[in-house]
């Protein structure tokens, strides 16, 4: 696969909490010169992104990263985001209801964010690096259920991040109609090529100019100073 087929995978992304509009511009500027995804970005910024550059597909964060707010909370950001133009959204389940096996609650709550998201694309996020594998397959059925459209494994913000091992867990275990998205950790052009090989359709980075551009990227980081 090249490098322009590869950056179609790509949810180049910008979470950290301290996030300058700057940073937000050089992303958007960089999805769109070689033809990214989407960006994913902080909800406060998505108004402005979509904005500057309507014609981009933004994605953002809600209940991120640890996934414990209520269901009216995520929902809330769900429809704002949808307002504020974002196309796609990535969800964390509430890991407390998982440890407490409560499944069928996790379900309904991405079902309400996904009936809150209407069209736009809802990607649920694990946090794989704290889930045992029986609750791994179990979140699988649930997203699969509640009619997402992507299982994604991990925020970048937990212990771990992707594995080929859990990836593989999901392509089992997910329905014909949910997507994988693999984030956290992924450094490499060849890891990329790898987790796409194993049924990953979106990689989230905020490394991929440095993975895919070298050259490029260093020039850049000069240019910054």
Not at 26 to 52: F, Q
Not at 161 to 173: E, I, N, Q, Y
Not at 189 to 194: A, G, I, N, P, V
């Amino acid at each position: 696969m090249n490098t322009e087929e590869l950056f179609t995978y790509v949810d180049h992304t910008a979470l950290q909490a301290y996030t300058s509009w700057e940073q937000i511009e050089a992303l958007c500027r960089e999805a769109e010169t070689y033809r990214m995804a989407s960006v994913c970005i902080p909800g406060c910024y998505v108004k402005r992104a979509h904005e500057a550059f309507p014609g981009l597909n933004i994605c953002t964060v809600i209940g991120f990263p640890l996934g414990y707010s209520v269901r009216e909370a995520k929902i809330a950001e769900a429809k704002q985001a949808a307002e504020d133009g974002a196309s796609e959204i990535d969800m964390v389940v509430n890991l407390c209801d998982v440890k407490n096996r409560e499944y069928e609650k996790v379900k309904n709550e991405i079902a309400a964010v996904k009936q809150a998201a209407g069209e736009r694309v809802l990607k649920v996020i694990l946090e794989t690096c704290y889930l045992e594998e029986e609750e791994k397959i179990a979140l699988c059925t649930a997203v699969t259920e509640a009619g997402a459209d992507y299982i994604k494994t991990s925020t970048g913000f937990g212990t771990a991040g992707a594995t080929l091992k859990d990836v593989r867990l999901m392509k089992a275990h997910i329905g014909p109609g949910v997507k994988i998205k693999a984030a956290g950790g992924i450094r490499s052009k060849t890891e990329m090529e790898h987790y796409i090989a194993e049924g990953c359709s979106r990689i989230g980075t905020s490394s991929a100019l440095s993975m895919l551009l070298p050259d490029v990227s260093k020039n850049i980081r000069r240019t910054e100073g």
